[in-house]
């Protein structure tokens, strides 16, 4: 086992988590599979920030997002959150791959990873649960005094900004609460918030109500309201002879769906955890399955680059202009000059 497993086993933080030294037995012991791992996680990183950072060029500078305006705020928004996550968690998950060690160190860092990834990763539940809800107002209330403020600017940044602002006391609960629950997990190189304490807030089933159940269930909902309505929109297109506009619905059904299938399972696996005796729990569950539920979360942060470029054809046209004149200042620089 690595050394700063039996670190944390000695200063009692995996014992705390409900590890015992015969489930102690996930760190990467080869160097080939943690690089392998290491390599998945950069290209993670890479993809992740890259595809984000053209989503909101694309989108702020050059309107290459021809959805409603309060969807494309939405998107932004989204961007930003999935960066945040990345810089806060994914970055130094993948540099304690290649250290193989923790390189926030078991204080001050490590509890900021951990507050600003619940914080990210709550803001982005309830960013997507609000397109999803905000795409079911568009198809069940057409020219309501709603649907028509979604295309107001005000109302896109007060929306936008009452979401960031509305989560920052899960950051500081996490952060100062508690801080005494965090500890590093070499299963996946991150740290993370240990859910088996028998010390944690009488707040926190609130906070988990508020910022991750409750979004979680709107999107379900919202989700499977949008899949009927299309549904009936296709039967009636088809009678008709006509067709259905998938350009939105798909934009917004694709990035609730993904989003759900990489959270619904980590949130699963720590209910499993908290309520089964570990002793009781197979090997296979509480190690590897764990780190591939995270590394669904990690793929997750990508995703939504590769739906964009599915689903919105003018993305994909900016995209391809953006690569044709990038071809052509790289073959202008590199011609010889009379």
Known sequence: QHYFIQSNLRNGSLKGAGMNN???TLALESDSGRNSYATFMAFVVLTSLTGHVLVLIGSVR???FKLNPFLVSLIQQLSASDITYCLAVTIPRTLSMVANDNVL???HLCTWSVA?????SSVTRTLTATMA???????KCPGTRVVRLMSVQKFTIFVALTIWAGTTPLAFFMAFVERKNIYFDPRVFACVFNNRSQ???PYQPLFITVYITGPILLNIVSTAIILSCLAQARKAALRAGGQVTWQGFLTVVLTSVLFCLTNLPLIAQNIAVRVQPMDELPSF?????YRMIWDLRAANLCSNFFVYCLTVPSFRRFLGQTLIRGVKCREENGSPRE
């Open 22 to 24: 015969s489930k102690a």
């Open 62 to 64: 050059f309107k290459a």
């Open 105 to 107: 160190g078991p204080h």
């Open 116 to 120: 600003l990834g619940f914080y990210s």
């Open 133 to 139: 809800l905000a795409r079911v107002a568009i198809i």
């Open 199 to 201: 010390h944690h807030s």
């Open 285 to 289: 569950y509480y190690n590897e399955l």
